[in-house]
């Protein structure tokens, strides 16, 4: 569900469904969690119950659109929280939703209802949408996602594709359905929540999954 009254007077119809197109929304992607995701077993399950209760997600959208909207060029991201480890599915969820203020405002709204209405799970209850000078570039091996004052995340897919060597390291599935998704190393992780009551910074981390999303 949507709080009764958002910081963006473009966004206020949010309860409005959406409409799906011919061509969807497709493009690259990139999450980072508060937990390694590639790891040795013994550092996972030291991890699975006491960590992993925040991710910032972040969509490129290349092609594609929502209720007769072209999304093409759109940039938003989402900070999502819950009370466990977000590999439980029915613990509830909290997130608060960011989208790029040099948008156009049927961009931004289309863009936020797309997201809603088809990432309803990841999200779960968004308390906020919030429009910021938001940067995102995610290419096969970089990532790069910035919000100033609430969030900047920066690494690459690991070198040597270990990921791909080593599976049985792999332990959680990204949040995003994505094409063939790599593990990437986060140089830079830190997110500031307010709406959200959280804070972190966990840079050094293989706590990233990046890939194509939509195909």
């Excluded at 473009?10 to 937990?35: F, H, K, N, Q």
């Excluded at 049985?168 to 992780?189: A, I, K, N, S």
Aim: aromatic share 6%; with cysteine; proline share 7%.
């Amino acid at each position: 569900m949507f709080p009764a009254a958002l910081n963006l007077p473009l966004i206020l119809p949010l309860v409005l469904p959406g409409a799906p197109d011919a061509a969807s929304p497709a493009g690259v992607y990139v999450e980072a969690r508060t937990a390694s995701v590639f790891a040795g077993a013994c550092h996972y399950n030291g991890e699975l119950v006491t960590a992993g209760r925040e991710a910032l997600c972040a969509w490129s959208i290349e092609s594609g659109a929502w209720n007769g909207v072209d999304l093409a060029g759109v940039r938003i991201a989402a900070v999502v929280t819950s009370d466990a480890n977000l590999v439980e599915r029915d613990v509830a969820r909290r997130s608060v939703v960011h989208v790029d203020a040099a948008l156009a405002p049927d961009q931004a709204a289309a863009a936020v209802r797309w997201l809603a209405a088809t990432r309803a799970d990841l999200l779960g209850d968004v308390v906020e949408v919030r429009a910021d000078a938001l940067s995102i570039a995610i290419d096969a091996a970089t990532y790069r996602v910035v919000a100033p004052g609430a969030f900047e995340l920066e690494g690459a897919a690991l070198p040597d594709r270990a990921c791909c060597k080593m599976p049985q390291h792999v332990w959680y599935q990204p949040l995003e359905q994505l094409e063939r998704p790599l593990v990437g190393l986060d140089v830079t992780f830190q997110v500031s929540a307010p709406s959200l009551d959280r804070a972190w910074s966990r840079p050094g981390e293989n706590a990233a999954f990046l890939g194509r999303f939509g195909r």
